[in-house]
């Protein structure tokens, strides 16, 4: 039996001095290498579970617990996210005045790896997302699909046990959707991480082998 | 601009302590003799026989310091000497010679007399009165090479001054052995104090440096500087923060790549450094530039040089880091302090 590497207690999320509840007491348990998608409506709370679950803002009250460890108290925020979780968002998110190649090196800057080993780690993470021939792009130069596939490089780059999607497809054509989804499981896979995707779309939602549909603020039975 | 204004008004109000240093030192005067106060054109020239008397005193001679409009566009420092004083011995003259005592006569440092257009043989009116050019001269400071010097008597005449002059300058008699000349110069003063009651006998160097005049300038340089600083610092405090809230959204992915608050901080800090940086390094070229016009200018060219020293360029560049660091420390605690998902969310 695995242990789960992250663990939601009657998590409470509320905005505007509790007049809005985004999250009502959720709980839940991810387990180590799982792959795991959050789908639900608009406004139903999924983004926000996933932006607890990655360290990203704190709850208004219960706990994530990351590997038994709780995120805030036991293990600081800031360190979280740069050593053990990747973000991949739906709007890419890769600063504009750097190339391909130094937008993968951001995060390996928070973990103060040398230079010349994050040019080398970013230039083989990008060569294995198939951007081998646009390392010294930047964003504007790249297609949707390629700057995603940017984006999941960088996730990568601080060897997270974590990747967190929040809508990775939600700006792709279907082809490019179909692919990112691919290259996500494939990685998953090959490295033993657990991903949690968050996404609308039906097809993925229903392509994890752990699907977690949410109504407001509450996961459904 | 902050930075140009300091290496300009700073580096004129220096410069203008260094020309009053070279003006002593060039002459060899150990003392200066002059009103406890303010320095003015009220002292008993007659004193100046009791002060020679004194056994310490090797020469004492007089001395008027005015500033007189000449022209409409020149102005310039004007000094009442005796024909036989000791402050001559500084003075190369480049034509004609010095003038006599009892005459309208005036000699011109090389400066002032190209300002002027003036050479041996020309008339100059002063103060409504014709002098003749008898010399031209070079002087050992700028505050000489732009004054007019003329006979002690002349000056106290035509600023209606009979029998008082601003000071006096003193030699000494050489130290005796087994003290210093410092030990010496200070015994000097109580003794010169003692006998002139109420007349201040300060050292030359110190005369030189603390006088109302360049204590004067200092302050006034200070100040605008100081008020153009403050300016400089909001104008980087302001560009800081537009450039974080523009930024709100780059300093959100940061934050959620893993980037603590304080490399945001450190970021936007250093950012800042630069900018007061490459501000203070153009304020060097702007104030330099400033500074060589001023010294080239007819209405200020007699007292100031165009010298900056290094000391003052780094001076300079330590203002601007420290602008730098200033301006940008609320603008830095602000990026840093956002949060991740809020400033994601920014437009």
Redesign the interface.
């Given at each position: 039996m695995t242990s789960p590497v992250l663990e939601v207690r009657n998590l409470r999320k509320s905005y505007d001095d509790g007049r809005i509840e985004a999250l009502r007491g959720v709980d839940l348990s991810i387990e180590a290498g799982d792959f795991v998608t959050i789908s639900g409506a608009s406004g139903s709370g999924k983004s926000t579970l996933l932006?607890l679950l990655?360290g990203?803002?704190t709850a208004t009250s219960g706990q994530v617990l990351f590997q038994n460890a709780q995120l805030g108290t036991a293990i600081g925020l800031?360190?979280y996210?740069?050593?053990h979780v990747g973000?991949i968002?739906q709007a890419f998110?890769l600063?504009p005045t750097l190339r391909a190649i130094e937008n993968v090196q951001?995060?390996m800057?928070?973990?103060k790896q040398e230079g010349q080993n994050r040019a080398q780690r970013a230039e083989e993470l990008l060569c294995e997302m198939g951007l081998e021939h646009r390392l010294n792009q930047y964003p504007n130069e790249l297609s949707a699909g390629e700057r995603q596939r940017v984006a999941i490089a960088?996730a990568l780059a601080?060897h997270p046990s974590v990747l967190l999607a929040d809508e990775p497809t939600g700006n792709l054509d279907s082809v490019n959707s179909a692919r990112i989804m691919e290259m996500l499981i494939g990685i998953q896979k090959k490295r033993g991480m657990t991903l949690i995707v968050v996404t609308h779309e039906n097809d993925i939602a229903n392509s994890a082998p752990h699907h977690i549909r949410i109504r407001d603020g509450k996961i459904e039975a | 601009m902050a930075i140009g204004a300091f290496v300009a008004l700073v580096g004129f109000s220096r410069s203008f302590e260094q020309e009053w240093m070279r003006l002593y030192s060039s002459a060899g005067t150990d003392i200066v003799v002059v009103e406890k106060t303010f320095l003015e054109t009220s002292i008993d020239e007659s004193l100046g026989t009791k002060l020679q008397a004194l056994p310490i005193v090797s020469q004492a001679t007089p001395m008027i310091f005015n500033m007189m409009d000449l022209t409409p566009e020149v102005n310039a420092l004007s000094f009442g000497w005796k024909a036989d004083s000791y402050d001559f011995e500084a003075l190369t003259f480049l034509s004609g010679h010095k003038f006599q005592d009892g005459k309208a006569e005036v000699i011109l440092g090389d400066v002032l007399a190209e300002n002027l257009n003036k050479k041996v043989g020309d008339t100059l009116e002063i103060q409504g009165k014709a002098f003749t050019v008898t010399g031209v001269y070079h002087g050992g400071s700028a505050l000489e090479a732009g004054a007019a010097i003329l006979p002690i008597d002349q000056l106290q005449e035509i600023s209606s001054l009979q029998g008082k002059v601003s000071g006096f300058h003193v030699r000494l008699q050489p130290a005796p052995k087994g003290q210093t000349q410092e030990q010496y110069v200070k015994r000097a003063e109580g003794i010169i104090e003692a006998a002139l009651p109420g007349l201040r006998a300060a050292p030359a160097s110190e005369w030189a440096s603390k006088n109302q005049f360049v204590a004067l300038a200092h302050a006034v340089a200070w100040g605008t500087s100081s008020i153009a600083l403050i300016v400089g610092i909001l104008g980087i405090a302001n560009t800081m923060a537009m450039s974080v809230f523009e930024r709100t959204r780059e300093i959100g992915i940061l934050r959620a790549l893993g980037w603590k608050s304080w490399n945001i901080m450190l970021l936007i800090q250093v950012e800042a450094i630069v900018l007061g940086v490459v501000g203070g390094v153009v304020g060097l070229g702007v104030g330099y530039a400033g500074l060589k016009l001023l010294a080239t200018l007819p209405q200020t060219a007699s007292i100031v040089s165009a010298d900056v020293s290094p000391a003052h360029l780094l001076q300079a560049l330590g203002i601007a880091i420290l602008a730098g660091i200033v301006a940008g420390a609320i603008p830095a605690w602000r990026g840093a302090h956002l949060s991740p998902v809020e400033a994601l969310r920014h437009d």
């Open positions: 932006q990655g990203l803002d800031d360190d996210r740069a050593h973000f968002f998110y600063l951001v995060p800057l928070a973990v960088r601080n | -």
